[in-house]
């Protein structure tokens, strides 16, 4: 018996001309926003490794003129700039954890519809997307609770967002009911459940919370504005609008005074490169989960 082996020819199929013209178009639509989204940047790191002539004669464009690195050496020296920078690694780990953790103890409950009270509690919390309580009520409560000047008084303004929980909520839900009986089965508690079972098949959504968390308590200077009269405890976004502003040394932050502290333009770019710096290591590294959890959390019910 003879066995003819047919070798499988892949065909090749031309796209039309209407897909090739819009594949060209979308490819320049999106190197155009690339270079809009990265100038600015490029633009500000250019500025930070120049001289400060070139920047007030307007020579700087993208490469650095009068390149020099004695801009980051006096700023990192600076002992204001590096202990605002400090307290602001400390307040986005601790907001971080806690925002992540209570985010979680919070949309594991409403992500189950067989719980009768999340219809009563779930509109609640929607109601807080679009009706606040203002920010002198907010800021009376504040300071009755003496939480004026302290590190809760940074976090906890922040540390619960509705849209985050609908988005871990409409994850939660995903879970496959399969594996959770199972683990009921074995004698797991509802915390068990949630912390041996789901959490671990959540890492998507919990990364991009993290990254969510870690941006906005990194890059949060109102809260400090608010609550935070010492000079010690504001973190280094407030540190650098008072820069910009130009009252960094003045003891109110309300009291702009260009005569007091007259700030080097490279001085700027320099500090806010070093502010941007962390964000753009850790990102690449959860890229793939922020997407992955925007993705499904956005779409599963």
């Known amino acids: 018996m003879i ?9 090749k199929v031309r796209d039309s001309a209407g897909y090739t013209l819009f594949k ?4 320049i639509i999106m190197i155009l926003v690339c270079i809009v989204t990265l100038y600015p940047f490029l633009y500000l790191v250019a500025q930070s490794f120049s001289s400060e002539q070139a920047i007030m004669m307007g020579k700087v464009k993208i490469l650095p003129v009068d390149f020099n690195v004695q801009t980051y050496v006096s700023v990192l020296k600076k002992g204001e700039f590096m202990h605002s920078y400090g307290n602001t690694l ?3 780990v601790l907001g971080t954890v806690f925002s992540v953790f209570f985010g979680c103890c919070l949309a594991y409950p409403l992500s189950k519809k067989h719980l009768k009270a999340n219809k009563f509690f779930f509109p609640f919390i929607i109601f807080t997307m679009y009706f606040g309580g203002g920010l002198i009520p907010n800021y009376i409560l504040m300071r009755r609770l003496h939480l004026i000047n302290t590190v809760a008084g940074f976090i906890m303004p922040s540390l619960i967002s509705t ?4 988005l871990m909520r409409s994850f939660f839900a995903g879970t496959p009911k399969e594996l959770e009986e199972a683990g009921e089965i074995d004698g797991l508690t509802p915390i068990g459940l949630l912390f041996r079972i789901v959490l671990p098949l959540s890492m998507p959504i919990i990364a991009t919370m993290i990254l969510f968390n870690a941006v906005g308590y990194w890059n949060n200077w109102y809260n ?4 935070l009269d010492k000079k010690e405890m504001w973190p280094v976004a407030y540190y650098l609008r008072t820069i910009i502003t130009g009252a960094s040394t003045s003891a109110d932050p309300g009291e702009a005074s260009a005569e007091k502290m007259q700030i080097a333009a490279n001085i700027k770019s320099c500090s806010m490169v070093l502010m941007a710096f962390p964000i753009i290591c850790v990102y690449p590294f959860v890229q793939k989960y922020y997407v992955q959890g925007m993705m499904l959390g956005g779409v599963k019910e």
């Open 163 to 166: 849209y985050y929980i609908i």
């Open 24 to 27: 060209w178009c979308n490819t």
């Open 224 to 227: 400090s504005f608010l609550y």
């Open 3 to 11: 066995i003819k082996n047919k070798k499988s020819e892949s065909v």
């Open 90 to 92: 400390y307040y986005s």
